[in-house]
């Protein structure tokens, strides 16, 4: 593994690597003998590699968009290992970011982008015909995106006002909430949610923990849903993205990044 051709390749989407060995367990995008995640230093952000102690994994660019500021990197723990995880590393509005790929056959960023849109926004982009300018960017007829996020048009909903909720928070597990200004929300799993289990746990395991001691009753937990079926209209404010605003009702869907391997514990809270 040549670290400076990595670097040379970040280099060119106008990004620093820093490839390092981890000294804590596995965190942020767990794929295995290698973790990514965006860390900040004095001059700025940029993408944390961190390996496994005395590992030789294979990281591989596959391809990259210099004016999306975006790139597709491979890795696998050797090269005759077939388990591969994809990661898409780029920029989106003000920040870097890093998003595992769900489909392992993809081999290029417009592929990946495209892989992590959830089945209904792929289908609307085809029954409006948009082109594959048009499906990359973060306002069209098909979607509203901010973020990890999109908001589709739903037409002919009907909702009783009695059940709308205002500025609700918006999560997937971990990382900084998205505020819906008006929400409702149908179906889903009741689950407690800490810092110690951000994607939640179910009541029965809520139980059991708490007969275990008090240790587990002093975190702070928070009742949630997770995976509802959700809508939202007006404001989405999120401190890292401008804030858009739905007219109308539009189904809030997430990006397929939870169905990568390398993303297991990653669920939609709200």
């Not at 819906?180 to 800490?194: D, F, I, N, Q």
């Not at 009742?223 to 189904?251: K, S």
């Not at 990568?260 to 809270?269: D, Q, Y």
Request: net charge positive; charged share 30%.
């Amino acid at each position: 593994m040549d670290i400076s051709i990595l670097e040379r390749q970040f280099s060119r989407i106008g990004a620093r690597v820093r490839v390092h060995e981890r000294t804590r367990p596995n965190w942020g995008q767990d794929s295995g003998m290698v973790t990514l995640d965006i860390a900040h230093d004095r001059r700025g952000e940029y993408f944390d590699v961190r390996i496994t102690p005395g590992s030789r994994p294979e990281m591989l660019v596959l391809n990259l968009e210099p004016k999306l500021r975006h790139l597709l990197l491979m890795t696998r723990e050797h090269a005759t290992i077939r388990e591969k995880h994809k990661f898409l590393c780029g920029h989106d509005e003000r920040h870097w970011f890093v998003a595992a790929v769900p489909d392992g056959a993809t081999s290029t960023v417009r592929n990946a982008m495209e892989a992590l849109k959830p089945a209904q926004v792929r289908e609307r982009q085809s029954q409006l015909r948009l082109s594959q300018a048009q499906g990359h960017t973060r306002h069209n007829a098909a979607f509203l995106r901010q973020g990890e996020w999109f908001f589709v048009p739903v037409n002919g909903l009907r909702i009783d006002p009695r059940t709308v909720l205002n500025n609700e928070r918006l999560s997937r597990g971990r990382g900084k909430s998205h505020w819906l200004e008006y929400a409702y929300r149908t179906g889903g799993e009741r689950v407690y949610v800490s810092a110690r289990y951000p994607t939640g746990i179910t009541e029965a395991k809520y139980r059991e923990l708490m007969n275990r001691g008090p240790r587990q009753k002093n975190q702070e937990w928070r009742i949630m849903v997770r995976n509802p079926g959700l809508y939202a209209r007006g404001r989405v404010r999120h401190p890292d993205h401008a804030t858009i605003v739905l007219h109308d009702w539009h189904q809030v869907l997430m990006n397929r990044e939870s169905e990568a391997p390398a993303m297991r514990h990653v669920a939609f809270l709200d």
